[in-house]
């Protein structure tokens, strides 16, 4: 069974860090690219990075380029999004996705 478990989400300030964690299990994780996605209130869903496990490239939405940093621990089958300098725009439910499949999403606040 595919499961994607995130952890790392809550309240912050503008200009504060924060970091996920998203640990995988039931799949080949050097196989897939896992990625983050958001959704504010009111707002469509979004991407917002991807990381490749086989060659470890990167991808970022243009908003968050020189804030996030998305990394993988292949041995320990989790992926990683460090956000730093958060904005309240950055104020959603996020999600990791890998293998058609989804965590369960977890919050971001962050205050002005």
């Known amino acids: 069974e595919v499961q994607l478990v995130e952890s790392g989400g809550g309240l912050v300030q503008a200009g504060g860090s924060l970091r996920f964690s998203c640990a995988a299990s039931g799949f080949i994780f050097d196989d897939y690219a896992i990625g983050w996605f958001r959704q504010a209130p009111g707002k469509e869903l979004e991407g917002v990075s991807a990381?490749?496990?086989?060659?470890?490239?990167?991808v970022y939405k243009d908003s968050v380029k020189g804030r996030f940093t998305i990394t993988s621990d292949n041995a320990k089958n989790t992926v990683y999004l460090q956000m730093t300098s958060l904005k309240p725009e950055d104020t959603a439910v996020y999600y990791c996705?890998?293998?058609?499949?989804w965590g369960q999403g977890t919050q971001v606040t962050v205050s002005s």
């Open positions: 996705t890998a293998n058609f499949h």
């Open positions: 990381i490749s496990n086989s060659d470890g490239s990167t």
